[in-house]
């Protein structure tokens, strides 16, 4: 192996080996195999075009479009001219792929999984990072440079991994490195020797090895300290600016979990990554899990507590956790008067599910779980200690579900000052809009009770909001305002701008963020999906403890606490009077159930249509009906595109064999030569067609067809009766493998077609009648019809099809070679027409 050829096999080692360290990021790992394919290709082209040899800017430029378009036909073949050349809509399809895959990235838990869009940045990646490394060290002989591109690869593993690429992969990466330095050494030896002095030359003499020469280091060691202080810089900068792989559903690069001593857990925003969660292109599922609850609609699952409101977001506070004790404390506030039920949930978290804080339902009263967690008790929440997360993680939960009455949520005395202060608090930012509007909605209320259902009503039915996940999320001190004014927006805003009013009115209240109680399988259990992920306000009753409200459109349960007619008597605490300056939202039509729906259903739209927004569109019905027409028609083209030649078949055998039962009288067939051709492929000369293995329309009769021999006088002509039957018997040994042979005379093709065909009996009989049947029809002076031919045909379809092997019977089926007379005839009409055309075109005069 040449200098060269090691050294860009050491590059492409290299490049893989920095590329191992990605692949504890994502699962499966098919993609490492694509990119050393597609990588292997661009370094034989780069070799080859240095055996041209072509200019180094040339070789560069050769292996990045051979790499582009490897890329194109491995990613956008669809939308690339020819299917490899990269095109406009190429280009615009790598465009979607990429911002699709840097989403990906922020989107999905460690491992994630290998998403169209994060192929491409991997394969992509890899390949163009190893084009860099062989442009560097094996054309343009430096080897050391190509340690960056290589850093950099390493550099964005490390970035998005959550504790770093660790030092297996580190180690993989840097021995890739090394070798490609003792390859480029070993190349240099063997052109110009070992170089003993360090320092520069004069007069063509190296300096002796010794003292340092005045001036500094030597050119290659100061080299060596720039890239070395780059690559340092590179190693540092790089990993704090990418984006990284959430280690959950609602971790944010690991700033949510127990602090490094244990002691203290730190604050999340899970707005944005609840909203990614949502707007997943496919409901993973994160939990399933079995209770002994028959009714799961107040089985949320709860994950942690946002306490803290600065007026920009919600987080939960800095508090401190401890050891989880073998029986959690009594949940606050609640009294022993209210009803209770005490429920056990088996829960079992997905593999890829990495989240710190452990999803459980509210209030838990024991939990059973291995490994390193730590209880906060003001949240009621368990978080993992030291690195500890859900992923495959089984546990039971003792938890309860709390069912108060209106009645006691309207008499609640007012909480402990304390808590109150701490949970009411609002900063000065906050926009006077998000208070005024509480007030007007609430007015005439007279407990905190009833101003939580009204505010829990305006945003879920009255005040004409909608349900939108594909809202930006927005953030800042304005962000609920801006909300209220668009009135477009997903569970966290809803949550958020809840609690944040009920706080301005002096009620006790925070964000839950978890998850809903999710469906229900056929064997009992349920399944959450990452389309369950849900925020809801949780409002402090004293007596009661926190309890649940649900303002978010068309998500959740609406706690049966909340519904009106539960209500005790007052200023109806459910209806909300219209805001100042804003018509009223319509009210709902009159339900045709019969009364029946439960009022919480018809909350969430179960029983029946919210009412519109007012000036809302259209609702969306579907899809239009042009699209659907156009779609199916797709879709039967589709499906019959492989069927044309057995359809041809079909078609071609029926009309064949029709003609024997009844021929037309007087002249040929329609469209049809006294010899039976269609006029439009009738050959122009001679007895042969190089077709097919040299089988023209008409096998043994073309020539004697074309001379013209006469139609008898008067009566009908029984030629067509024939020739139908004997093409139908050409082309059925043709289907099965008998490739018709214009050298013969139809005696001497049914002798062949017997012979080839291994036909017996009936059948070998039936060929030669129907062979015989030709002869006389074309040879004798007053040729006469011939009954039976029809059936003689079908006898030797029958013998051949007996005869033949499995595959030779599913292509006579499925992809007959005698179709290729279909292709034969639409190409002549179009010869035809194109000559038709050129003869009336103007200034072409007709010939003669």
Known sequence: MSGRARLAVCAMVATLSAACALLPLVEPIGWMFQAATLLGLVIVAGALARRVPLARPLTVAAQALIGLLLLTLLFTRGQAVAGVLPGPDAFHEFGQL???GTSDVGRYAIPAPVTTGIRLLLVGGVVVIGLIVDALAVTYRSAAPAGLPLLALYSVAAGLAKDGAGWLWFLVAAAGYLLLLLAEGRDRLSRWGRVFGGGP????????????????APAPIRTGRRIGALALGIALVVPAVLPSLSGGLLDMSGRGGAGSAGGTISAVNPLVSLQDSLNQPEDREV?????????????????????????????????????????????????????????????????????????????????DLPGRWRFEPEGRTLVGDRGQNTRGARYQ?????????????????????????????????????????????????????????????WFALRGGFTYNTEVRAGSGTRAIERFLQQKQGFCVHFAFSMAAMARTLGIPARVAVGFTPGGKRADGSYSVGLKDAHAWPEVYFEGVGWTRFEPTP?????????????????????????????????????????????????????????????????ADDGPAPGAVAAGALAALLVLLLPAIPLLWRIRSRARRLARSRAAPPGSPVPG???????????????????????????????????AGAGSPPGGADPRPAVLGPWRELVDSGWDYGIVPDDALTPRKAAERIV????????????????????????????????????????????????????????????????????LWSVSARASALVGRLRTAAPGRSAPL
């Open 755 to 822: 012979r080839v065909g291994e036909l017996t009996g009936p059948a070998a009989e039936a060929a030669h009648r129907v062979a015989g049947a030709v002869e006389q029809a074309l040879y004798a002076p007053r040729p006469e019809a011939t009954p039976g031919l029809a059936d003689d045909v079908r006898r030797v379809r029958t013998g051949l099809h007996a005869a033949a092997s499995r595959a030779q019977r599913l292509r006579a089926l499925l992809a007959p070679p005698s179709a290729a007379r279909l």
């Open 672 to 706: 049809h030569s006294a010899a039976g051709f269609p006029r439009s492929s009738r050959p122009s000369s001679g007895p042969s067609d190089s077709r097919a293995g040299g089988s023209g329309p008409l096998t043994g009769v073309a020539a004697i067809g074309s």
């Open 397 to 457: 939960v003792e938890s309860l579900i709390v069912r108060p009455t209106a009645r006691q949520l309207a008499d609640a005395p007012r909480p402990r000052p304390a808590l109150r202060r701490e949970y009411t608090r609002v900063p000065d930012s906050l926009p006077p809009v998000v208070e005024r509007t509480a007030r007007q909605v609430t007015r005439g209320a007279r407990s905190d009770y009833a101003k939580a259902v009204r505010l829990q009503d």
């Open 201 to 216: 030359t004069t007069a063509g003499r190296p300096y002796a090895a010794g003292p340092v020469p005045p001036g500094g």
């Open 287 to 367: 939990l399933n899990y079995r209770t002994t609850t028959p009714d799961t609609r107040d089985l949320y699952l709860r994950i942690v507590a946002l306490d803290q409101f600065d007026g920009a977001a919600w987080k939960p506070s800095q508090r401190t956790v401890v050891d989880v004790p073998d029986r959690l404390p009594d949940p606050p506030g609640l009294a022993p008067d209210v009803d209770t039920t005490a429920v056990n949930t088996s829960v079992s978290a997905a593999q890829w599910y990495a989240q710190n804080w452990l999803p459980m339902p509210y209030p838990a009263s024991r939990v």
């Open 554 to 618: 068309s998500r959740g349960s609406v706690p049966d606490y909340t519904v009106t007619a539960d209500a005790p008597d007052e200023a109806d605490p459910g209806r909300a009077e219209p805001l100042p300056g804003r018509t009223a939202a319509p009210e709902p039509a009159p339900s045709t159930d019969g009364g029946t729906c439960p009022p919480d259903q018809r909350r969430v739209a179960e029983c029946g249509a919210l009412p519109q927004a007012s000036g809302g569109g259209p």
């Open 98 to 100: 990429l911002q699709e």
